[in-house]
């Protein structure tokens, strides 16, 4: 039982630092070169682009939550709303022709476009969320029922 607790924790951890790194690491960068250039300089696709380490962290989260049977509807759901809204957002920038240049980016289509990309981004928040709760969980042994 010590073992699979350990590799939950550890599990949970590590899904958590992959869920909040996209959205952290931009933020944390454009401060930086705030300080450097003088600039404010934020890369907001970057979550997009490093969905790689959001899917890691959500599956690890995932697991973790099902072997404690907590969160598991909080980060499952948050998690297929966030590639829905990445998958919806990127079809639509093809088809309104956004992603090819052949739409200039402005009105309606890139309205559409960023509202689909901001429920990403609050997607993966929710999982990362779930996933400072699930620690918060695993953490306070009272809080899984273990405490006698």
Request: charged share 10%; glycine share 10%.
């Given at each position: 039982?010590?073992?699979?607790?350990?590799?939950?924790?550890?599990?949970?951890v590590?899904?958590?630092?992959?869920?909040?790194?996209?959205?952290?690491?931009?933020?944390?960068?454009?401060?930086?070169?705030?300080?450097?250039r003088?600039?404010?300089?934020l890369?907001?696709?970057?979550?997009?682009?490093?969905?790689?380490?959001?899917?890691?962290?959500g599956?690890?989260?995932?697991?973790?939550?099902?072997?404690?049977h907590?969160?598991?509807?909080?980060?499952?759901?948050?998690?297929?709303?966030?590639?829905?809204?990445?998958?919806g957002s990127?079809?639509?920038?093809?088809?309104?022709?956004?992603?090819?240049?052949?739409?200039?980016?402005?009105g309606?289509?890139l309205?559409a476009?960023?509202?689909?990309f901001?429920?990403?981004?609050?997607?993966?928040?929710?999982?990362g969320?779930?996933?400072?709760?699930?620690l918060?969980?695993?953490?306070n042994?009272a809080?899984?029922?273990?405490?006698?």
């Amino acid at each position: 039982m010590k073992n699979k607790t350990t590799l939950t924790k550890t599990l949970a951890v590590i899904g958590t630092v992959l869920i909040w790194l996209p959205i952290v690491a931009p933020i944390v960068m454009a401060f930086i070169a705030l300080a450097v250039r003088h600039q404010f300089l934020l890369d907001f696709l970057m979550p997009a682009e490093l969905f790689l380490l959001v899917a890691a962290g959500g599956i690890l989260l995932l697991v973790a939550a099902f072997w404690v049977h907590k969160r598991q509807k909080l980060i499952g759901w948050s998690m297929a709303a966030a590639v829905a809204l990445l998958v919806g957002s990127q079809g639509l920038a093809e088809v309104t022709g956004l992603a090819s240049g052949a739409t200039p980016a402005e009105g309606l289509p890139l309205v559409a476009v960023m509202t689909l990309f901001a429920g990403y981004i609050a997607s993966v928040i929710a999982v990362g969320v779930g996933g400072i709760l699930l620690l918060r969980d695993l953490f306070n042994p009272a809080r899984l029922g273990l405490a006698s």
